[in-house]
């Protein structure tokens, strides 16, 4: 079987904070708690670790609402059920997105004792990020987010920092990332706030933040994170388009070539293709009445993965196609005619390739030749050979000194380069 990734919503849409812009808000002011079904787990995870036992690997998030909302024991509980279903040589990897303001040290130690990944939602220093999310009384989340933070950073919890641009930081891209640095925050995501409902995805969205404004946003961010081409500060998007120049498969589905980035599970059993349609249409089934494999395999799931193709007409003749894959079709109108439009960001990536095209062609081809370079030090290495001097021509065959090429030891503060180099290895 293919690999496959599963997102629970936890608590379906239940949250402590009331974010402005959150599309995933349908139940604020209803009184109904919602804590997902442990007979639903106890149905699903065995299927699911039979499924992914061909490729070795579960894959679990763990989103909402606020996940912590189902407490620590709920945790607890999932850990060893999962510990219990999988098959041998299964490797499980967890990861839980939050607001943070829940965690304790109790939190904290559990989820570096089991290896969590933890997102934490932060959208900037405290006079931006009290703009848009507040609690139910109106009140700044900064603090309470801070002080979760602060309990994952002394447990070593792997932490990636989720910021949503929208009107309150959309033009204030270098002063967020001198804040995230300031902070020690070397993982950070950036998507644009989107004024639509995931249960409502026939509607037209109500977007937050203009084509142009977000383009500019993401050439800012991009001087800031570029850093003479040696950058040590990952940006997810910058990343995956990344992959996209090294012809690596791209793992974020709003640059893929296939909406195929997993199922999600709401906490009743219910099955969806996207965190963006949580929708009686497009509902492949649940738990209890269906099994893992006939969702999974369903037409209407077929359907779904499918839903990118055809591009809009204007894509298919775009010089960044190859890269920017036609965005997400979420972003997308239907004319009166029943043609496409190009997703809304479309001016945006367009902004963003034509600025940044040449310097992140150039750190693919360096990455390239590190990755060159290495495997012909293993080589050498293992056959006791000597190795170049700093000014010998470098062995990846730039043409440059080897000192200003792979022998430049700043590239060892870069990620970019670490990722690589074990790639190689």
């Not at 490729?55 to 606020?66: L, R, V």
């Not at 979760?148 to 919890?157: A, F, K, P």
């Not at 961010?221 to 990952?234: C, H, Q, T």
Request: charged content about 20%; overall charge negative.
């Amino acid at each position: 079987m293919p690999a496959l990734s599963v997102m629970f919503k936890t608590v379906s849409t239940d949250c402590n904070l009331d974010c402005s812009y959150c599309y995933y808000r349908e139940s604020l002011e209803s009184k109904l708690i919602r804590r997902i079904d442990l007979r639903m787990l106890e149905t699903f995870v065995p299927q699911y670790m039979e499924y992914v036992a061909d490729t070795g690997h579960a894959s679990f998030g763990w989103q909402g609402g606020e996940p912590t909302l189902a407490g620590l024991d709920f945790f607890q509980w999932v850990v060893e059920l999962e510990a219990r279903h999988a098959l041998p040589g299964t490797a499980i990897s967890n990861a839980l997105q939050t607001n943070g303001t829940l965690l304790d040290d109790n939190w904290g130690s559990f989820l570096s004792r089991h290896d969590f990944l933890v997102g934490v939602s932060l959208d900037g220093p405290a006079a931006i990020h009290n703009m848009e999310r507040t609690d139910r009384g109106g009140h700044g989340s900064f603090r309470r987010v801070m002080a979760g933070i602060d309990i994952l950073q002394r447990q070593d919890v792997a932490l990636n920092i989720l910021c949503v641009v929208g009107t309150h930081n959309v033009t204030r891209a270098r002063e967020l990332m001198s804040f995230f640095r300031h902070e020690g925050f070397t993982h950070l995501q950036f998507i644009p706030a989107m004024g639509f409902q995931a249960t409502e995805p026939e509607n037209p969205p109500a977007y937050l933040v203009s084509s142009e404004a977000y383009g500019d946003f993401l050439v800012a961010l991009f001087d800031e994170w570029y850093e003479g081409g040696i950058p040590r500060v990952s940006i997810r998007t910058f990343d995956n388009f990344l992959q996209s120049y090294l012809d690596i498969p791209n793992d974020l589905c709003v640059h893929g070539d296939i909406c195929n980035a997993g199922i999600v599970v709401e906490y009743n059993g219910d099955v969806f293709p996207c965190d963006f349609y949580i929708h009686p249409r497009w509902k492949l089934g649940n738990i209890f009445e269906q099994s893992l494999n006939e969702m999974v395999d369903s037409l209407q799931r077929t359907s779904f993965v499918r839903r990118k193709h055809p591009l809009p007409a204007q894509c298919q003749t775009c010089e960044w196609k190859s890269l920017c894959k036609g965005g997400c079709p979420r972003n997308r109108f239907i004319l009166e005619d029943g043609s496409l439009t190009p997703e809304y960001f479309c001016q945006s990536y367009k902004q963003f390739f034509s600025y940044a095209n040449n310097r992140l062609r150039s750190l693919s081809e360096r990455i390239t030749n590190y990755q060159r370079y290495f495997q012909w030090l293993n080589t050498v290495l293992n056959e006791h050979k000597p190795t170049p001097g700093r000014n010998d021509p470098c062995p990846c065959g730039s043409g440059w000194k080897y000192k200003l090429c792979c022998g430049n030891p700043a590239l060892t503060s870069s990620y970019l380069f670490q990722l690589y180099d074990k790639d190689s290895s």
